[in-house]
């Protein structure tokens, strides 16, 4: 599907409730696919979308992740340097350029703050494409209206890949639970509580199905995003947002996830992921045929006519329909967008999201799912 990035809109802060607007984009895999650059990176790297989770494939091979994620709004520093990191789960910690490595972004320039200080210390994070390097900084981080006066974060002076230069955002924040933090640094949204600068200990997101109008909301939520009750359920793992899951059904028939699984809410993936095995029987299940790159090309005309896939959680049935789970790449070329990954865990990205308004309650370890509008 598309990833997120900002729009350059004033934000709306209201008794503790901080409203930040999104713009859809471009997956990097269908910018390369338009630069002809595709194939080049899959003659590179094995593609596992599981990379982004160490701590639960913790036995995976050489992987590629897929880098596209929801950028937020950010300024770094007492001369702003606004900047478009993305939320995914690891690491969890602010990670912003600063090598002129990648010349298409915009890079934080410590020199320009007068807040800015060093802290002396390393970091180093492998991805399945290459190794990120950098140091560790400490800065005042604007987040749309809310202000961080004490944050530290990563300076990356070496990005792991070439392909790094084609996606859009300039970073990467991470919303996850903070033992999920590279070297035990306390991630912004902890600090944003902790500096009791939120209504409540929680975030939710509304992901449009138009370009423009979604939406990450610190601090609260927003009824006019969703119809009818919100279903909690717990968090198993607190590390990502990892829920158990019950099953998952097509027609009348369970075709994965039989006896119980655990999947991951995370707005930093843009598709649906799982076990091979699973993502195979789903395939069959609505009609998808394989194609390149693991990729599953579908029958534009058909669907309307394609079934729903439902995810059960916690004993509610979750409908996604075909049009959320497909999407059109070029022409009359339309794709499923489901896709295996190492392990057994489930991973529900931006095709079940922009389905389900999601909060993510860090107060009470749940996470709230209803009907989005």
């Not at 991630?187 to 992901?207: H, I, R, T």
């Not at 669907?303 to 959320?324: E, N, R, S, T």
């Amino acid at each position: 599907m598309w990833s997120l990035v900002l729009l350059c809109a004033a934000s709306a802060l209201c008794q503790g409730v901080t409203r930040l607007p999104l713009e859809r984009g471009k997956k990097l895999r269908d910018v390369l696919r338009e630069k002809d650059l595709l194939r080049q990176f899959f003659q590179h790297h094995h593609y596992d979308i599981g990379t982004k989770f160490p701590h639960a494939f913790p036995n995976r091979t050489r992987v590629a992740t897929e880098p596209l994620l929801n950028a937020l709004d950010v300024s770094m520093g007492s001369n702003p340097q606004e900047h478009s990191p993305g939320g995914v789960s690891l690491p969890n910690v602010l990670i912003l350029c600063f090598s002129t490595y990648l010349e298409t972004h915009r890079v934080f320039d410590p020199s320009q703050s007068s807040t800015y200080k060093s802290t002396g210390l390393s970091l180093s994070i492998h991805y399945g494409t290459g190794e990120m390097e950098g140091t560790v900084g400490l800065d005042i981080v604007t987040v749309a209206s809310l202000v961080d006066t004490n944050q530290l974060f990563g300076l990356s002076t070496a990005e792991p890949g070439q392909f790094f230069v084609h996606v859009q955002f300039d970073g990467i924040l991470g919303l996850g639970y903070p033992n999920l933090a590279a070297d035990g640094i306390t991630p912004v949204f902890d600090n944003l509580v902790n500096q009791s600068l939120l209504q409540e200990n929680l975030f939710s997101v509304y992901l449009s199905r138009e370009a423009a109008g979604s939406v990450v909301i610190f601090g609260g939520i927003d009824e006019s995003y969703f119809t009818g009750p919100i279903n909690w359920i717990p968090v198993s793992y607190q590390g990502y947002w990892q829920i158990s899951m019950d099953s998952i059904i097509v027609g009348s028939q369970e075709v994965a996830c039989a006896g119980g699984c655990q999947a991951i809410i995370d707005t930093g993936t843009s598709l649906v992921a799982g076990p091979p095995s699973g993502i195979s029987s789903i395939q069959s299940a609505v009609g998808a045929r394989q194609g390149e790159y693991g990729e599953h090309s579908v029958n534009c005309s058909s669907i309307p006519a394609m079934p729903d896939v439902i995810f059960v959680i916690d004993g509610v049935q979750y409908p996604v329909p075909a049009l959320a789970y497909t999407e059109q790449v070029s022409g009359k070329s339309c794709m499923s967008s489901f896709q295996d990954t190492s392990g057994d865990l489930w991973i529900l990205g931006d095709v079940f999201i922009r389905v389900y308004y999601s909060i993510f309650d860090r107060a009470n370890n749940r996470v709230g799912l209803a009907k989005a509008v």
